[in-house]
């Protein structure tokens, strides 16, 4: 049973940077594709990137493009998200997800495993 939990929310103004990170345990980490989604109060839970399991290959959506940037240490079975010039419309938890395979995709419902979350608030 793989297990995720993430780390490194927290409160930070407008323009900010902030990284969080993922650990996973109870599987090889390298055979699992990773993804970041965030869900804001009062919204549905959404992809916002994801990488190979390889850690070839990342996708992001134009949201976070060019200001977030998805990395992973298959040796430390730690998997990051590193954001830069925050908005406040990047306030949410973020969740990883993993799934079994090299490559995942934007769905929520193609992840079998989640981390309980971790809070980011961008303040204006």
């Known amino acids: 049973q793989v297990r995720l939990e993430e780390a490194g929310g927290g409160l930070v103004q407008t323009g900010g940077s902030l990284r969080v990170s993922c650990v996973g345990s109870?599987?090889?980490?390298?055979?699992?594709?990773l993804a970041w989604f965030r869900q804001a109060e009062g919204t549905e839970r959404s992809f916002i990137v994801g990488i190979s399991g390889d850690g070839e290959t990342a996708s992001y959506t134009d949201a976070v493009k060019g200001r977030f940037t998805i990395s992973r240490d298959n040796a430390k079975n730690t998997m990051y998200l590193q954001m830069n010039n925050l908005k406040p419309e990047d306030t949410a938890v973020y969740y990883c997800?993993?799934?079994?395979?090299?490559?995942?995709?934007?769905?929520?419902?193609?992840?079998?495993?989640w981390g309980q979350g971790t809070q980011v608030t961008v303040s204006s």
């Open positions: 109870g599987g090889t980490f390298s055979d699992y594709a």
């Open positions: 997800a993993a799934l079994r395979g090299n490559y995942g995709g934007a769905s929520r419902y193609q992840y079998d495993y």
